[in-house]
């Protein structure tokens, strides 16, 4: 089985332009939850979907915004692009909602905003 | 706040044991995992403490203490293939959600 793939490796955006990040789970798994990595950092929360549904957001602002589908992939969509949203974008997928099994992550999207 | 401390770089020698310990202030707690990451590529899961005690996988060992809010991570007859970041990461409830909340990471470096 494939683990959770995520697209693309690595993305260089401008300030103020908008990017999308998708992210495909582990077959079976119906839980999707975003996180981003600043260097030298640990991953920070920003989603959970879990069903098509939101079920948990971080402290992240408004121009993050994230969805799933009915085949439980997932995108993220950052607006507006600041400096500061350079990092490793995570996805983790895990087989049920709370995660007591595990969570399973991408090797994630380097995103550059210059 | 949520807050995870734990020791910002290790060195140890091929063949050692190293420990590296959390200490955490979280509310929601439901648990603590453990993830290593090489440079550049994604967390893996090594370890997860649900319970007080230890739990052993291999060469890597886990102990939580819910009440002193501590745990840490034993890493027995190290390689150097074992030199990475590792976390730790409390599992939390927050409203209606699951989420992981991790620590700044402890960089390991094993030297010959």
């Known amino acids: 089985d494939a683990g959770v793939t995520q697209s693309p490796t690595h993305l260089i955006k401008t300030r103020g332009q908008h990017v999308t990040l998708r992210c495909s789970p582990i077959?079976?798994?119906?839980?999707v939850s975003w996180y981003q990595q600043v260097l030298g950092q640990g991953p920070q929360f920003i989603f959970q979907?879990?069903?098509?549904?939101?079920?948990g957001r971080g402290n992240f602002p408004d121009r993050f915004s994230a969805r799933q589908f009915p085949n439980y992939s997932s995108e993220l969509n950052v607006n507006a692009l600041l400096l500061g949203d350079s990092a490793l974008y995570l996805c983790?997928?895990?087989?049920?909602?709370?995660?007591?099994?595990?969570?399973?992550f991408g090797s994630g999207t380097r995103l550059t905003v210059v | 706040g949520q807050s995870l401390e734990q020791p910002s770089e290790v060195t140890a020698v091929e063949g050692a044991i190293v420990q590296i310990n959390c200490t955490y202030q979280?509310?929601?707690?439901?648990?603590l995992s453990w993830y290593q990451q090489h440079d550049g590529g994604a967390p893996t899961f090594l370890s997860y403490n649900g319970l007080d005690g230890l739990e052993e996988t291999g060469r890597f060992s886990s102990f939580l203490s819910r009440s002193d809010s501590y745990g840490y991570l034993l890493l027995q007859e190290l390689q150097m293939k074992d030199s990475a970041s590792y976390f730790c990461a409390v599992r939390a409830r927050m409203d209606s959600s699951y989420k992981l909340i991790f620590g700044s990471g402890t960089r390991l470096l094993v030297r010959p």
């Open positions: 979907y879990y069903e098509k549904e939101e079920r």
């Open positions: 979280t509310s929601g707690f439901y648990g």
């Open positions: 077959s079976g798994h119906k839980s």
């Open positions: 983790a997928s895990t087989s049920e909602f709370t995660g007591s099994y595990g969570y399973t």
